[in-house]
């Protein structure tokens, strides 16, 4: 699966902001899709994902305020940030696997390149 991820910019505290990852090679709709992002400096973090049943799942920080969903007939996943914070500040990237452990536990088998969302305050 090739993922190309998109939608991110500098925006400032409060703003919504919104990611698009476009996957290409397989069939989407087999596979658990998600999003994890690393600030400067920091680990890795789980944000949020989706399974092929539309069930989601959020990181603590981020749930009431990230919104994940799938559209199989674009083959896309997006990410919908509101009030965002400078904390969100990282390089954001789309992962998919046929297992949603895997992206929880930030070893997807397929990862895209990442994309840079800068908060201002």
């Known amino acids: 699966v090739q993922l190309q991820a998109s939608g991110g910019g500098l925006v400032q505290a409060g703003a919504s902001l919104r990611l698009s990852c476009v996957a290409s090679?397989?069939?989407?709709?087999?596979?658990?899709m998600g999003w994890f992002r690393q600030a400067p400096e920091k680990e890795r973090e789980f944000v949020a994902s989706?399974?092929?049943?539309?069930?989601?799942y959020y990181e603590d920080s981020v749930k009431g305020r990230f919104t994940i969903s799938r559209d199989n007939a674009k083959n896309t996943v997006y990410l919908q940030m509101n009030s965002v914070k400078p904390e969100d500040t990282a390089v954001y990237y789309c992962?998919?696997?046929?297992?949603?452990?895997?992206?929880?536990?930030?070893?997807?088998?397929?990862r895209g390149q990442g994309t840079l969302v800068t908060v201002s305050s």
């Open positions: 992962a998919a696997d046929r297992r949603l452990h895997s992206i929880v536990e930030l070893s997807p088998e397929y």
């Open positions: 989706i399974t092929r049943l539309t069930s989601t």
């Open positions: 090679g397989r069939t989407f709709s087999d596979y658990v």
